[in-house]
């Protein structure tokens, strides 16, 4: 049963008749400034058969008179309009309202190439198996574009391969669940990863797409947010107990790593522990452990607990 969106004050549906190849969907919140390059690179795809489903989270700006231009300049446009539910809520309601066969997003200071959803597309009709595909980015920092590609090819649980550049089949999406709104800042690579249980993940080693790295993204101003959510994200696949061992040893010591460089050593340490545990064959478990060890007894175990951690040692065992 398909579920309808919630806390919508205003939809606008695309004109264009019959469901598209691809559906994707455009979060945004007070940014009409930068929403316009965004979109245009979206109108502009090689790949014409899609819809742009725009959801704005109740913006003060132009936001909803810019998407109605665009939406009758183009009938594949779409505005939705809700109330201030934050990205995770933004993404489920759009996706909702969507009537492609593959699903994608995107954010509205980055940029599709020309090629990206003819390429994404392509690769999942060529590959039956596959139920979502990436691609790769360059990042658009003040200094100039650089490509930096993940530490880890081989694995998705040791850092998230992802980015931003994406496509995966509805089919896959709804049988995966929806974006968690209780993981904010991971709700994307919380998603992807659950998608990985039901579908293969395949990967377009070509740069397709162009993300926007700023100082006013909720990873850089609210790191130590940003942790508790890895660490929470941690628990849940825990839980889950569709991950392997190994895998679940590979994110535990991802989260430790992140402890560690954010001043929190004592988290470091116990998802160390966590990692050997779980998978003792992984020497990158015992680095990342000794690490935070060494840091913490020189400069602090620091304050912050991450779940699943335990209790932070007093000041006076440092």
Not at 170 to 181: I, L, M, N, T, V
Not at 220 to 232: F, N, V, Y
Request: charged share 25%.
């Amino acid at each position: 049963m398909k579920l309808r969106p919630e806390g919508v004050t205003e939809w606008r549906a695309p004109r264009r008749p019959g469901p598209p190849l691809v559906s994707i969907v455009l979060p945004t919140y007070n940014r009409a400034g930068l929403l316009r390059r965004s979109v245009d690179s979206i109108l502009g795809q090689a790949e014409r058969d899609f819809e742009l489903l725009i959801v704005d989270d109740g913006s003060g700006d132009e936001t909803r008179e810019y998407a109605a231009r665009m939406r009758e300049q183009d009938p594949r446009v779409g505005y939705m309009r809700e109330q201030n539910l934050g990205l995770p809520r933004a993404l489920n309601n759009g996706f909702r309202a969507a009537r492609g066969e593959f699903w994608t997003w995107t954010s509205d200071d980055n940029r599709y190439f020309p090629e990206a959803l003819e390429r994404l597309s392509g690769y999942l009709r060529g590959h039956p198996e596959a139920g979502l595909v990436y691609g790769d980015m360059i990042q658009r920092r003040e200094q100039g574009l650089v490509f930096n590609p993940p530490a880890y090819r081989d694995t998705f649980w040791r850092n998230s391969l992802f980015g931003a550049a994406f496509l995966y089949r509805a089919a896959a999406a709804r049988q995966a669940g929806e974006y968690d709104a209780s993981l904010r800042m991971v709700e994307d690579y919380d998603f992807m990863l659950r998608l990985s249980y039901v579908a293969e993940v395949g990967h377009w080693p070509y740069i397709i797409y162009e993300y926007g790295e700023h100082e006013e993204s909720l990873t850089s101003t609210r790191p130590m947010e940003h942790l508790d959510a890895i660490g929470r994200m941690f628990e849940k696949h825990r839980r889950l107990g569709l991950a392997s061992r190994r895998d679940l040893g590979d994110l535990a010591v991802q989260v430790s790593g992140t402890s560690r460089r954010r001043g929190q050593c004592w988290n470091g340490v116990q998802f160390g522990i966590k990692a050997i545990c779980l998978w003792p064959f992984n020497w990158r478990a015992y680095r990342s452990t000794l690490f935070a060890l060494v840091v913490g007894a020189r400069r602090g175990w620091g304050s912050a607990r991450v779940p699943g951690s335990g209790r932070v040692p007093d000041k006076s065992s440092s």
